[in-house]
């Protein structure tokens, strides 16, 4: 990256920080070619506070701008649902769905007891529906997503007990 370039890739940082607030994205990464041996690698995260940039030849960090949310702290989330022994995780990228259909009843509720390889969600990815089944029986202690709601592989759908 040369010195030249530094002042617009700093913008062009800021602006993509914002395109992840705006659009509610976690994540981001973009490649500029400035020429053969120059180039900018930007990945912004939004769990982050620091924006890693890769540009020929070293590596360059900026911090984020303020826009950028950080992780919060084991202050801010004293226990993580997704670390809990009976969380339910997502297996994939996709749309959560709590019924079979808009209006049928949830598969679980509450305080529901159920079986190992009892569906408790769906999962649509990609046009498919993908039954997610209880990984162990128990009572449902609670459910951490909404119906409809996007959710990412590995983030915490519910707690079984």
Same mark, same amino acid.
Request: negative net charge.
């Given at each position: 990256? #040369?010195?030249?370039?530094?002042?617009?890739?700093? *913008? @062009? &940082?800021?602006?993509?920080?914002?395109?992840?607030?705006?659009?509610?994205?976690?994540?981001?990464?973009?490649?500029?070619?400035?020429?053969?041996?120059?180039?900018?690698?930007?990945?912004?995260?939004?769990? #982050?506070?620091?924006?890693?940039?890769?540009?020929?030849?070293?590596?360059?960090?900026?911090?984020?701008?303020?826009?950028?949310?950080?992780?919060?702290? *084991?202050?801010? *989330?004293?226990?993580?649902?997704?670390?809990?022994?009976?969380?339910?995780? #997502?297996?994939?990228?996709?749309? &959560?769905?709590?019924?079979?259909?808009? !209006?049928?009843?949830? @598969? $679980?509720?509450?305080?529901?007891?159920?079986?190992?390889?009892?569906?408790?969600? &769906?999962?649509?990815?990609?046009?498919?529906?993908?039954?997610?089944?209880?990984?162990? #029986? !128990?009572?449902?202690?609670? &459910?951490?997503?909404?119906?409809?709601?996007? $959710?990412?592989? !590995?983030?915490?759908?519910?707690?079984?007990?």
């Amino acid at each position: 990256m #040369s010195k030249q370039n530094t002042d617009t890739d700093v *913008a @062009f &940082i800021s602006a993509l920080a914002e395109l992840l607030n705006k659009n509610d994205l976690t994540e981001l990464s973009v490649k500029r070619e400035y020429g053969e041996d120059d180039s900018l690698e930007v990945r912004v995260v939004k769990q #982050s506070n620091v924006v890693t940039v890769s540009a020929a030849p070293a590596p360059v960090q900026y911090a984020a701008p303020a826009g950028v949310a950080a992780a919060p702290t *084991a202050a801010a *989330a004293p226990e993580d649902p997704a670390q809990h022994p009976g969380a339910v995780t #997502s297996p994939m990228v996709g749309t &959560i769905y709590l019924a079979a259909e808009p !209006g049928a009843t949830p @598969f $679980v509720a509450l305080g529901a007891q159920v079986t190992e390889g009892q569906t408790v969600l &769906i999962i649509e990815a990609m046009k498919t529906m993908n039954h997610i089944p209880a990984p162990k #029986s !128990g009572t449902v202690k609670r &459910i951490l997503v909404e119906d409809g709601h996007p $959710v990412e592989y !590995g983030a915490p759908l519910m707690i079984i007990e």
